[in-house]
C-alpha cells in the first residue's frame, strides 16, 4: 500500500480534478530483441558500449508493453512519444537509455498523472518532485505510466477506472499493491527495473506476489518525492527488479547526499559482507496469527538457509502490540484519504456525486478518520512514534529481522480492492500485518524472491534493519542471490 503521493503531492500539484500466450517464450524469443534478457546494469552497460541504441531498447519496450498489456493490463498511460524524445537525447548516469515505468502515483510534468482514481481521470500536473528529476538525471527512459489502486490506498492493482492489473503467474491472482503494475511489467519481462513506492508494503508486497527483489528505504534516505507530512511520514521512493544490484544502484542514484541528507550515503552498494549476521525469525503476525502453511515453510527455509551461510538466527517475538498498532496505522492510513477526499471535494464540479469519483474504500476510510476526529489521530502518532523506539530496541543484541512479507500467496483477484470499502480490512489486515511496522518505524525493509507455492506463485521472504541500514540488507541480498539464483525463472504469461 502507498499513500505518498496521494496525500502531499496532490495537495501540492492538484489543478483539477495483443493477447499473450499462456506458455513461457522460447530462449529465442527471450533473446530476439534489444532488451534480451538483460536486468537494467547490463542493459545500460550495452547501450555505453554502443552495441544497441536506446532508442532501440525502447522500441522493443514499447513493442513487449503492446503485446502484453492487453492481457496484464499494468498501464495506466502510454507515454510512448515523451519516450522517443527521451531516448534521442544525449543521456549520461547510470541507466542511461534503459526504457522504464513510473507508477501512476508520481507527478510528471505535462503527463498525465491519475493516482488510480476517477476524480482524476483528466489531470495532467504542470510540475514534478525532486525524485522524479533523480530518476531523468539518472538517465531513464520513462515511456509509461504504471497502474496502481486508488491513492495507493490498498494491497492490489484493482480500480473502477481501469480494472484489475493481473499477476502473470497466474492471471486470476493480485498483482499485488500499490506498485502492482511496475511489478507485473518486470515480472513480464516488459522493463528490467520500474519506480515503485511503499506506504505500509507497497514495493514489497508486489515485489513477493510476483517473484521480484523489492527494497524499502529509510526514511530519509531518498530525495524527496513531496511536500513533507507533518504528522508521520511513512511513504518511500523506490523500484522492483529482478537484480540485487540493479535496486543498489537505483538506490545510490537517488539517494539525499550533502547538506541535506539526513543519512549518511550509501553510495552503490556492489556485493556481499563477510561478516556474519544475528537475525530474529518471527513468523507469527503483529497479533499472533500464524501464516498459510506454505509460507511458514517458506520462511522457515530460507532462516535454514541462511544457517547454512553461517548466520546465527534466532526465534523470537516483536515486543509490539499488534493490535493497537494496526488500529492506530488504519486510522493514520484513513486521515490520508480524508485529505484526499477533501481535496476532491473543493475541485470538483457543483453537485458532482463522490461516489462516481471516488471508490468506496477511499470514502470510508475517510469518514472512519471524520469520525475518529482530529484527538484520536494525534493519540495514534503518538503511540506510532513510541514504535519506532521499540522496533530500533530489537537491534541491541541483533542485526535484521526476518519475518513473510504476506500471510499467503498472491489472494484472488476481487478479495481485498477498493470496491469493498473499509470491509475489505477484515481480510486485509492479516494479509498485509507483516509490511506497516518498517514504515512507521522508517526502516528499511527487503522483499526477496526465495520460495514459489505448489500452485506456482511467488512467496517473497521479508527481511528488515535498523534505521540507515541499507548496506546491511543489500549486502544480505546479495549473498542470498547467489546462493539461490531466482532471476531466471520466468512467469508463464511474458513478453520477453
Known sequence: MSLEISRRALLATAVSVG???????????????????????????????GDITAAEALDAAIARSERGNGQLNFIAAPLNEYGRARAAETLSG???????????????????????????????????????????????????????????????????????????????????????????????RVVPIAHASDGGGSIR??????????????????????????????SVNGCVSRSVRDTAAWLAATEQSGAGATLTPTGMITGANTQRLRIILDIPNAQGNDPDPEVRTAVEAAAELCRSL????????????????????ILLWASGALEVVNLVRSQAPAGAPLDQLLEPLTLELAQHAQTQ????????????????????GMFTDADVYLTPVLAKPPVLLGQIDGSKGMAVFDTLSDYVGYTPLQNVAGAPAMSVPL????????????????VGEERRLLELAYELEQAQPWAARRPGVNAG
Open 205 to 234: 508486497i508486489p515485489a513477493s506476489c510476483n517473484g521480484l527483489f523489492g527494497l524499502k528505504p529509510s526514511r530519509g534516505r531518498s530525495v524527496i518525492a513531496g511536500a513533507p507530512d507533518p504528522g508521520l511520514e511513512i
Open 373 to 392: 476526529g482530529p484527538a484520536a489521530l494525534a493519540a495514534a502518532i503518538t503511540r506510532l512514534r513510541a514504535v519506532e523506539t521499540q522496533y530500533a
Open 310 to 329: 553461517g548466520h546465527q538466527v534466532t526465534e523470537r517475538r516483536a515486543p509490539i502490540d499488534g493490535q493497537q498498532f494496526s488500529d492506530d496505522f
Open 94 to 188: 547510470p541507466f542511461a537509455g534503459v526504457p522504464t515505468l513510473i507508477k501512476d502515483l508520481m507527478p510528471m510534468t505535462g503527463q498525465p498523472t491519475r493516482f488510480g482514481s476517477r476524480a482524476f481521470a483528466d489531470f495532467v500536473p504542470d510540475a514534478q518532485p525532486p525524485y522524479m528529476d533523480a530518476l531523468l538525471a539518472a538517465g531513464l527512459v520513462p515511456f509509461g505510466k504504471s497502474t496502481t489502486p486508488e491513492f495507493g490506498l490498498t494491497a492490489t492493482t484493482e480500480t473502477l477506472l481501469g480494472g484489475a492489473t493481473r499477476n502473470p503467474w497466474n492471471v486470476e491472482h493480485s498483482s499485488g499493491g500499490s506498485s502492482g503494475g511496475a511489478a507485473v511489467a518486470v515480472a513480464a
Open 451 to 466: 520460495a514459489w507455492s505448489a500452485g506456482g506463485l511467488p512467496i517473497g521472504i521479508h527481511f528488515s534493519a535498523p
Open 19 to 49: 493477447a499473450l500466450a499462456a506458455s513461457g517464450c522460447t530462449e529465442e524469443a527471450a533473446t530476439s530483441d534489444a532488451l534480451g534478457d538483460h536486468d537494467a546494469t547490463d542493459l545500460a552497460a550495452a547501450i555505453r558500449a
